[in-house]
């Protein structure tokens, strides 16, 4: 089965609403070509629905990069994933490591709000991956295993049709240090025997895993070249159209 390359750039809590928006119509403008891929931008919560208006009819999807998992009600500070349906993205990123080590995040929120992306008809982008101490005691197999077994838990094979899953090893990220082939490779033919045992081998095929942790121009060719890498999620590298655009066109030289 092929699957359509995804490369998602996560702004995190970078640029105001005109800063994202000149960002986006940039990236926009030089994605024009770019057919054998998915691009996706997650600027914030408040520049959604102005990156999703300027990017309009291009080839640029846009994403949230978190959501909450009840419909509505008194939760002051949160955004449900209607709302965020209704601002045009169509991905949410759940569960990065940023909000399970800053914001609290379980396996259990994860998974409650996966169940509201998948209600909603947002693509959920599921981010799993272990600590520098975890791998170091050779966890990192366990601790996969709990984040997708337990935040993917009570699902059924059409629940996670748009499923994305990114690898992005805590210690990656943000750092400059990036994962060895090797240890991509490991972890994503890991990931995709996980998925065929707990569910069944289409949805291991046709689920797109991501890598992320430190992806540049320089390393994106190597690590996008790995049979089981379906593309990457990118933090520091998406904030410039320039930059990300290169790591985009990996397969171009
Ligand atoms: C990320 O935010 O998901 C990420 C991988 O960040 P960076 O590319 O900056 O390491």
Same mark, same amino acid.
């Given at each position: 089965m092929?699957?359509?390359?995804?490369?998602a750039?996560?702004?995190k809590?970078y640029?105001?609403g005109?800063?994202?928006?000149?960002?986006?119509k940039?990236?926009?403008?030089?994605?024009s070509?770019?057919?054998?891929?998915e691009?996706?931008?997650?600027?914030?919560?408040l520049?959604l629905?102005?990156?999703?208006?300027?990017?309009k009819?291009?080839?640029?999807?846009?994403g949230a990069?978190?959501?909450y998992?009840?419909?509505?009600?008194?939760y002051?500070?949160e955004?449900?994933?209607d709302?965020? =349906?209704? !601002?045009?993205? +169509?991905?949410?990123?759940i569960? @990065?490591?940023?909000? #399970?080590?800053?914001?609290?995040?379980?396996? /259990?929120?994860?998974?409650?709000?996966?169940?509201?992306?998948?209600?909603?008809?947002?693509?959920?982008?599921?981010?799993?991956g272990?600590?520098?101490?975890?791998r170091?005691?050779?966890?990192?197999?366990?601790?996969?295993?709990?984040?997708?077994?337990?935040?993917?838990?009570?699902?059924?094979?059409?629940?996670?049709?748009d499923?994305?899953?990114?690898?992005?090893p805590?210690?990656a990220?943000?750092?400059? =240090?990036? !994962?060895?082939? +090797?240890q991509?490779?490991?972890v @994503?033919?890991?990931? #995709?025997?996980?998925?065929?045992?707990?569910? /069944?081998?289409?949805?291991?095929?046709?689920?797109?895993?991501?890598?992320?942790?430190?992806?540049?121009?320089?390393?994106?060719?190597?690590?996008?070249?790995?049979?089981?890498v379906d593309g990457?999620?990118?933090?520091?590298a998406?904030?410039?159209a320039g930059?990300?655009?290169?790591?985009?066109?990996?397969?171009?030289?």
């Amino acid at each position: 089965m092929s699957r359509t390359p995804l490369i998602a750039g996560n702004w995190k809590m970078y640029k105001t609403g005109p800063q994202a928006v000149e960002t986006a119509k940039e990236l926009a403008a030089l994605c024009s070509d770019v057919q054998d891929k998915e691009v996706m931008i997650a600027p914030t919560y408040l520049s959604l629905p102005l990156v999703s208006q300027a990017v309009k009819g291009s080839r640029l999807y846009v994403g949230a990069q978190n959501l909450y998992f009840e419909k509505e009600g008194a939760y002051t500070g949160e955004v449900s994933a209607d709302m965020i =349906k209704a !601002a045009g993205a +169509e991905y949410a990123i759940i569960g @990065h490591s940023e909000r #399970r080590q800053f914001f609290s995040e379980t396996d /259990e929120s994860v998974s409650k709000k996966i169940n509201a992306a998948v209600q909603t008809g947002l693509k959920p982008v599921m981010c799993i991956g272990e600590t520098l101490e975890e791998r170091e005691a050779k966890k990192t197999f366990l601790v996969l295993d709990k984040q997708v077994s337990d935040g993917l838990k009570g699902f059924g094979l059409d629940d996670l049709k748009d499923l994305v899953l990114a690898y992005e090893p805590v210690w990656a990220i943000g750092t400059g =240090k990036t !994962a060895s082939v +090797e240890q991509v490779e490991e972890v @994503h033919q890991y990931l #995709r025997s996980l998925l065929e045992k707990l569910f /069944e081998s289409k949805l291991a095929n046709q689920t797109r895993i991501l890598y992320g942790g430190s992806v540049k121009p320089e390393n994106a060719k190597d690590l996008m070249g790995i049979a089981d890498v379906d593309g990457a999620l990118v933090g520091g590298a998406s904030l410039d159209a320039g930059s990300f655009i290169n790591i985009i066109n990996y397969n171009a030289v």
